[in-house]
């Protein structure tokens, strides 16, 4: 008799273990409405403090929350989750603990823009989720810079050596660390357009050639006219004629150019100034894409000397003033003869 009442009572305290782990197990199920789109778990957090800050949320009850931590206790491993921010959406507690789990933390982007200063890209990263700032300005990036000797004398600011294009993240990662990155990509880029460029170039350096590259970007983001471009300041170059561009003038100028350029500023004296100068100016003016980079060390064969704006970002060419200052009448002045 003693045995059957013993197994009796194995069978309902096994069905009734088998219950309350059932009762335990279906907070799982339980939706988490996330407002947000990341989950930020610091080293060290337990799933006890992430189930206390949930129900903080509205997003469990306390009932909720006491049979995840029970559950916790019978199923240890739910509880090795992983330090990092989570891209999340509404899910079951089930699927955000196996994300907590599996360590596949978010990749952030951001991205530098070909033809700004180095001073606008950061400033526009500001606003970049999740990345540590720790170069905050462009005199800061100076020291990020591993400069080649064969570049010359290292220059005096940072302009234009940071490759622009989208770089992917992680959360807390450093500005400097992906700077760096961008950096060794352009010293690269630029050192295979030197190898293979054309002969006879008027440049001393890859540095130089940097600098031709940074006014290409400047003054056309119409890609089938750069090595046309590129061709009118080499030809320049050639000549010992000045390169009298604009977009060197307003670098120079820095915020004292408000949106025209006049004859004052025309004659100003500061180094950028290619209209005062002669050759290069002293260093990049901008961010360089690879196809001005491409323009600079395979600039198109012409003769011209001059271009002029045509509307459309386009430009119309030529090789003697007579008929450059045709073209201005025509494009700029709006004049016919």
């Known amino acids: 008799m003693w045995q059957k009442t013993l197994i009796t009572s194995l069978i309902v305290l096994l069905t009734c273990s088998f219950g309350f782990r059932n009762y335990l197990q279906q907070v799982q199920l339980a939706p988490l409405a996330f407002t947000s789109e990341y989950l930020d778990v610091k080293a060290g957090t337990s799933l006890s403090t992430l189930c206390q800050d949930w129900q903080n949320q509205q997003l469990l009850t306390s009932g909720q929350c006491w049979r995840l931590k029970a559950y916790s206790v019978l199923n240890p491993q739910i509880r090795q ?66 400069w080649p000797e064969a570049w010359g004398p290292k220059p005096v600011n940072a302009e234009g050596l940071f490759f622009p294009e989208t770089y992917n993240y992680t959360a807390h990662e450093k500005l400097s660390t992906v700077l760096k990155r961008s950096h060794k990509q352009l010293i690269e880029r630029v050192e295979k357009a030197w190898a293979t460029k054309q002969a ?104 011209k000397l001059y271009f002029v704006a045509s509307g459309g970002g386009k430009h119309v060419f030529s090789s003697t ?4 200052n045709k073209n201005v009448r025509i494009y700029i002045l709006g004049k016919k003869s």
């Open 200 to 303: 006879a170039l008027p440049l001393k350096s890859p540095y130089e050639l940097l600098i031709l590259a940074s006014i290409i970007e400047k003054e056309s983001g119409y890609i089938p006219e750069k090595p046309l471009i590129s061709s009118v300041f080499i030809n320049r170059l050639h000549k010992n004629m000045r390169l009298q561009t604009d977009p060197t003038v307003i670098y120079g100028l820095g915020d004292r150019y408000q949106g025209d350029i006049t004859r004052a500023f025309l004659q100003d004296p500061h180094p950028y100034n290619t209209y005062v100068h002669n050759g290069l100016p002293p260093g990049p003016i901008s961010s360089v894409s690879q196809s001005s980079i491409s323009a600079a060390a395979q600039p198109q064969a012409s003769d």
């Open 321 to 324: 003033l007579d008929e450059h």
């Open 81 to 146: 989750i992983k330090a990092g921010v989570y891209a999340i959406k509404p899910m079951s507690v089930q699927q955000t603990i196996q994300l907590l789990r599996s360590g596949k933390v978010a990749q952030f982007s951001l991205r530098l823009q070909e033809g700004k200063t180095l001073a606008e890209n950061l400033q526009a990263l500001q606003a970049a989720q999740f990345l540590e700032h720790d170069i905050k300005s462009a005199e800061a990036a100076m020291a990020l810079l591993s």
